[in-house]
């Protein structure tokens, strides 16, 4: 069975400061990955996502992700939050195969808050 | 991406009583899936809604619940019946308009709340 571990919670930063959050998936195939935004009272917004190929992925608003099959990782990334970053962030697996086709599997997701 | 619509956007609920929630897209799409968001919580996948098929449902949840009605490639009804205070979270849908049945793009959400 799929699942994502998403370790941190909650993360402060500073606007203009970089941030880096953390995602690790279990999946038995070549992983479909993807990571979204909620922002308070409102619904998923696809940053970017991660089916094969380079494994620097870049998505909307200046974020990026990056695939390390090793570590079994895919780690969202920008070098400089704004405030309008503030949202809750969701990593998701993908499933292609057998009765849970087109299944996503969320993480718990990370809160983000952005200090001035 | 698809835009995608939800009615209501939020409702407050006596236990007891059901509530159907719909989910337009302003496109056709094969695949839709319903989700839902216990307060605090992630996403979890309720069933996959395709358009000419009944719907699948996951582990967990079941057809006499949670009723779905898939009657063409732009529209999608949930019903939540007989709600309890466990019910009130957050419903969302989903289509995968690429064709790719998991790059989903999601709708913003009902907000249900069961007194």
């Known amino acids: 069975a799929q699942s994502v571990t998403q370790p941190d919670i909650h993360i402060t930063v500073s606007e203009g400061a970089s941030l880096e959050l953390r995602c690790n998936y279990s999946?038995?195939?070549?992983?479909?990955l993807f990571w979204y935004v909620q922002s308070p009272g409102q619904g998923l917004q696809l940053l970017l996502k991660?089916?094969?190929?380079?494994?620097l992925v870049q998505g909307i608003k200046g974020f990026e992700a990056e695939f390390k099959r090793s570590q079994s990782s895919f780690n969202l990334r920008k070098p400089s939050v704004h405030w309008s970053d503030a949202a809750e962030y969701f990593c998701?697996?993908?499933?292609?195969?057998?009765?849970?086709?087109?299944?996503?599997?969320f993480g718990q997701g990370t809160i983000l808050t952005v200090h001035p | 991406s698809a835009v995608i619509s939800q009615k209501p956007s939020r409702d407050i609920c006596q236990r007891g009583t059901s509530l159907t929630i719909q989910c337009q897209v302003d496109?056709?799409?094969?695949?839709m899936f319903w989700y839902r968001q216990q307060p605090g919580q992630s996403l979890t996948l309720i069933a996959t809604?395709?358009?000419?098929?009944?719907?699948?449902?996951e582990s967990g949840f079941v057809i006499d619940k949670f009723p779905i009605s898939r009657p063409n490639l732009t529209f999608s009804t949930l019903t939540v019946s007989n709600m309890s205070p466990e019910d009130s979270s957050i419903y969302l849908c989903?289509?995968?308009?690429?064709?790719?049945?998991?790059?989903?793009?999601f709708g913003p959400g009902t907000r249900l709340t069961v007194t």
């Open positions: 989903s289509v995968a308009p690429t064709g790719i049945g998991v790059e989903q793009y």
């Open positions: 999946y038995g195939a070549t992983p479909y």
């Open positions: 991660y089916f094969s190929g380079d494994t």
């Open positions: 998701a697996v993908g499933a292609l195969g057998g009765t849970s086709y087109g299944k996503l599997t």
């Open positions: 496109s056709q799409v094969t695949m």
């Open positions: 809604a395709n358009q000419g098929s009944e719907a699948t449902y």
